[in-house]
């Protein structure tokens, strides 16, 4: 298991180094996010086609598990529709708050961050660009609090 979680450590950090999708999209929608208790702070952007993601990008400043959490999210909504990465954020939710012994969901590259479920305050920092998404999505303005 050691090894294991060396290698989701290993992702989170490269993610960390080098975020992908970090970067704004102009004339899109986006929508600010701040995480008080770490000082996690995010602008998400994203392109719509319809009701279809076509481009998601971020910026911001914070904690390694936020940034790389941003940089996985970005990757892995590209393409789908706002329904279905909404959908996504659910199973990602139900991936970092389960019990620490509880099987980990195959949600491709984001079950690197399940480890953030024995640190409790540290879901918030997983989840605050998911939560940034979706006020993205409903082009709200406002910044969005995970308070
Ligand atoms: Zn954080």
């Known amino acids: 298991m050691s090894d294991l979680q060396d290698l989701y450590q290993e992702v989170i950090l490269d993610h960390n180094r080098r975020p992908r999708n970090f970067r704004a999209i102009e004339g899109g929608r986006r929508a600010g996010g701040y995480n008080p208790l770490c000082g996690d702070k995010l602008t998400v952007y994203l392109r719509l086609d319809g009701d279809r993601i076509t481009e998601a990008a971020f910026q911001g400043s914070g904690c390694a598990i936020s940034k790389a959490s941003a940089s996985l999210m970005t990757d892995a909504v590209k393409g789908k529709t706002l329904a279905e990465a ?16 509880a099987p980990v969901d195959e949600l491709g590259k984001l079950s690197v961050l399940a480890g953030v479920r024995q640190f409790p305050v540290r879901v918030k920092c997983a989840t605050l ?3 940034t998404l979706r006020a993205a999505a409903e082009a709200r303005e406002a910044i969005v609090s995970t308070e």
């Open 86 to 101: 909404d959908a996504l954020f659910e199973r990602f939710h139900h991936m970092v708050t389960a019990a620490p012994d």
């Open 129 to 131: 660009a998911w939560h």
